[in-house]
Structure formats: structure tokens, C-alpha cells
């Protein structure tokens, strides 16, 4: 198809009447997903929020499977299909889902509703070489075609840690895109619209759609890996000296590894990381991918690999070269301090004598509106600066106070809220499960709760003979429905 075609194309579809459809591949490709979804009550974490309804595309894959963006179902109770952009709504099922790499499959029991459906030519690669990129679009039941102008290729990290991967800038005119939206080469799809900004989307690319098609397929879903380094430049002569190293300087000094990640234990701090899976590393972290150009080092551990791959790293170590084996693992967001993104699992609280505990994460601070980043309580802006820190083994999470429900028995701290929590009864604590058992050890008959330093009231002291009795009637006061949840 002409590029230049393609405006003229989107007026014509534009003037057909509602029931007319051009005849191209794409409608029988393209249907489109409605999603009921229900998020949790960040505030009120014993609570859901109200339906709502988002929208996007499915695109059609060969074994009546449909392919789409996976944030879209977040939460979601009841998800329906609409061929043609028009309905009957057919119910449909998730067959499988990655949050990280942010793809997930869909079908439907209805019989017959793939009969005049066909699966989307997908390509093995998106090569800026391509011509006649577009990407297509239903829009009131109307085909639509939006030129697209490939601009330029990123690593992206994905919207649930932890995951890396190529992205690739389109410069395009789609109007409110980013749903899933394929974009094709010709007749072939090489990647779909994750997000838009302007007139710029953000598409997946084809190679990792087929990486993770291929990977469902597979007996047991390995998931995807993340090498989970720490390093900094290498490009000072007198640094590169130092280490051992003659010449032009080269690979990049390993800092620190994530604990428990792919290669901790494996690349130590002061290694000179030289190659990896045959790659040469530069002064920069970067190295020369064969379709995208120069591309940071960590995009090695995704792009054709799996969890449970090994890599060869060629390193300098104590000034001598030597090679070392590092076997992929899948970090999940839940190893970060304070995780990113919570898929799929309700935020774990407890209700104590009126106050309310859950852990922190970022879902949590995201309740503060858009400009999340700058309304959030000062103390709570400072951790989140430490939101991709990793856990240690004395803080595998922080436990945040969000309010206190007025009683009584709580009288002389209504106003608390914010508070990060250091101990219960001189016990450190990093999780609710903790927590919990530390109430079950009063101190001399009071129950000691201290805060890590901040604004305000720095310990709360209560008394623990009255405590579980105090508890149930605040609940029942307030219509808490249940005291705890845990999550696994």
C-alpha cells in the first residue's frame, strides 16, 4: 500500500455508511475488547471501587486466539468481544497473561465465532527497512487506517517490573491509540500499540510477540529473565587502569547485583563485565544489536531468551580475564521494597485497635491523583524515591499507617496517618504477617508502637487487655467487614 494513499484511504472510510466495510484483511483481524473492571480501595483496602469499562483491540491469532494488551485486564470481572465493532458482546476468557512483558491471550467458547475471523500474518521481526507502516484501528464500527513513520528504537522497562525490552517509536496521526492497535508492514503486523503520547506510539515489537506466543506454547511458561545488575561507566583510562585493563577502555564496571537475581552470587563488585552471550560491552553499557543498532546491555538477558537460559559473561576480574555462567531467572515485581505494580492480588492490610496497616507500594501512592509524584506526604515522597530499591533481609517490605478510624480507645491519635511503622512490641517489622504476630506479645500489658522518624507522633502506646474486644467493635462500628488479609 502507498504511504501517500493512506490519508485518502482514512477520508473514504471515513464517508462509507456505518454498515459498509472496505474490503481489507484487517476487519476480520481486529475485533474489539470491552472490559468491566474492578480496582481495589487503596484507601480502604477491604474495599473494591466501582465498576468501570475500558476498551481495546484484539488482535486475531492463528489457534482461535486473540492477542492483546495486558494492562487492559488488570481487575477485570467480565471481559467481552465485538466483531466488526458492533455488537453481539460474547463473553471471553483469559487463556494466559504476562504483566511484565505486558501481552496476554484471550478466547472465547461461543461456537463458531471465529468462522469468519483469520488469523493476522505476524512477522518474525520489525526491521525499520519495511515499507508502508500503518497501523489500523476500529472506530464507531468503522475500519480505520492511520499512517505511521518509524522513528526510533528504546529500551523500554516494562509497566510491572521486572522486565526490559525493545520498544519502537512510531511517528504517526492516530487519534487516542494505544490500545493494542496493530501496526503492519505491508500485510504483515510488526508490532502492536502499547501506549500514545502526541503523536507518537509506543509499539511492541513482532520479536517479542512471537517470543512470548512460542513461550505459552511450551508445556510449562518459562517467563522471561532480567540480568539484575548495578554498574557505571568504564570509560576513564585511570579507572580502567586500575582494574587491570591496556589500551582503549571497555565493558562496564558491576557495582552490585540484585540479591537473589541472575547474577548475584556470579558478576562481583569491581568485575569489568567485557562480553556477554558474545557480545562486546562498551565503556557505556551498550552493544551493537544486529537490527537496532547500538542497545543497552541489560536488552540481552530478554531478546531471544528465556528464564532458565545461561549466558557466558567474559570478565575482568583481580586484572585477569575470565568467564563465568549466568543462568536467567524472572525477578517479579514483588522483590522490589517497594513494588511498582501488585497484579492480580489484593493489597494485604490489618485492622488493630482502629488503626490501619498495609503494606507500601506504589499502587498505594498512584491514590494521590496524576500528580501522584508531588502530592504524596513528604515522608512518603522520600521512600518513594527508594521505590526500586531491593529488599534486604531485615526489610523485606515497609508497613504504612493510612488512618485511624476515632474511638475511645485510640483517643490522643486520630490524626496519625502517613506514619511508616519500625516495631510492634520491640519487634522490627516488614509485613503484615509480622505484624500480626507481634500483637499477639503486649509489653508489660500494652501494646508499643514505634514509627520510623518523621512528622508528628513518633509512638503509639495502647492498651492491650481491652485490645481484640476494642478492635471488633470499632470494626463493627465503621462496617469493616474482616480484620486481615494476607496475601501469599
Known amino acids: 500500500m502507498n504511504k501517500l494513499l493512506l490519508p485518502f484511504l482514512s477520508l473514504l472510510l471515513l464517508a462509507l455508511p456505518a454498515g459498509a466495510r472496505p474490503d481489507h484483511p484487517a476487519e476480520y483481524q481486529l475485533v474489539t475488547v470491552r472490559v468491566t473492571y474492578q480496582a481495589w480501595n487503596e484507601y480502604r483496602p477491604w474495599q473494591k471501587a466501582k465498576p468501570r469499562n475500558r476498551t481495546c483491540l484484539g488482535t486475531v491469532m492463528p489457534g482461535n486466539r486473540i492477542l492483546v494488551p495486558a494492562a487492559y485486564l488488570d481487575d477485570a470481572t467480565l471481559i467481552q468481544l465485538e466483531k466488526f465493532d458492533r455488537p453481539p458482546r460474547i463473553p471471553a476468557r483469559i487463556v494466559h497473561c504476562d504483566n511484565q512483558v505486558g501481552l496476554a491471550i484471550l478466547t472465547t467458547d461461543e461456537p463458531g465465532f471465529f468462522d469468519n475471523l483469520k488469523p493476522v500474518d505476524l512477522a518474525e521481526t520489525a526491521d525499520a527497512e519495511g515499507e508502508d507502516f500503518y497501523c489500523v484501528a476500529w472506530k464507531s464500527s468503522q475500519l480505520t487506517f492511520s499512517s505511521c513513520r518509524w522513528s526510533q528504537v528504546k529500551v523500554f522497562k516494562s509497566s510491572v517490573p521486572y522486565f526490559g525490552y525493545a520498544g519502537i517509536y ?153 568467564t563465568v555462567e549466568v543462568p536467567l531467572k524472572n525477578t517479579q515485581p514483588s522483590a522490589a521494597l517497594i513494588p511498582a505494580a501488585r497484579p492480580d492480588l489484593p493489597p494485604p492490610y490489618l485492622v488493630a485497635g482502629g488503626f490501619v496497616f498495609r503494606e507500601l507500594d506504589v499502587p498505594y501512592l498512584k491514590a494521590w491523583g496524576k500528580d501522584w509524584e508531588n502530592n504524596i506526604p513528604p515522608t512518603l515522597r522520600i521512600l518513594n524515591e527508594m521505590r526500586s530499591e531491593s529488599p534486604t533481609p531485615e526489610q523485606q517490605r515497609l508497613i504504612v499507617l493510612t488512618d485511624v478510624f476515632p474511638d475511645d480507645y485510640n483517643l490522643g491519635y486520630h490524626e496519625m496517618a502517613q506514619n511508616i511503622v519500625k516495631s510492634v512490641n520491640g519487634r522490627s517489622i516488614d509485613s503484615i504477617r509480622e505484624m500480626e504476630e507481634a500483637f499477639q506479645h503486649p509489653e508489660d500489658g500494652f501494646h508499643v508502637i514505634e514509627f520510623l522518624p518523621g512528622y508528628g ?32
Open 170 to 322: 512510531f511517528i504517526t496521526d492516530l487519534k487516542s491509540g494505544g490500545r493494542g492497535e496493530p501496526v503492519f508492514s505491508g500485510d504483515r503486523m510488526i508490532g502492536i500499540a502499547r501506549s500514545q503520547s502526541g503523536n507518537r506510539i509506543t509499539v511492541i515489537p513482532a520479536e517479542l510477540i512471537q517470543a512470548y506466543l512460542h513461550a505459552v506454547d511450551l508445556p510449562e511458561y518459562p517467563s522471561f529473565g532480567r540480568l539484575g545488575i548495578d554498574y557505571q561507566y568504564n570509560r576513564g583510562k585511570a579507572q580502567a587502569a586500575h582494574f587491570g585493563q591496556t589500551g582503549a577502555p571497555a565493558g562496564i564496571l558491576i557495582r552490585s547485583c540484585f540479591p537473589n537475581g541472575s547474577a548475584d552470587g556470579i558478576l562481583l563488585p569491581d568485575d569489568i563485565l567485557l562480553e556477554l552471550d558474545g557480545h562486546a560491552i562498551n565503556s557505556q553499557g551498550d552493544y551493537l544489536h544486529p537490527r537496532y543498532g547500538l542497545m543497552g546491555l541489560n536488552l540481552i538477558a530478554t531478546d531471544g531468551h528465556y528464564a532458565g537460559d545461561v549466558l557466558t559473561a567474559k570478565v575482568l576480574r583481580n586484572k585477569e580475564e575470565t
Open 457 to 488: 507522633t513518633s509512638k503509639v502506646i495502647l492498651d492491650a487487655a481491652p485490645f481484640k474486644d476494642a478492635t471488633a467493635a470499632i470494626m463493627e462500628k465503621y462496617q469493616i467487614p474482616t480484620r486481615i488479609r494476607l496475601n501469599p
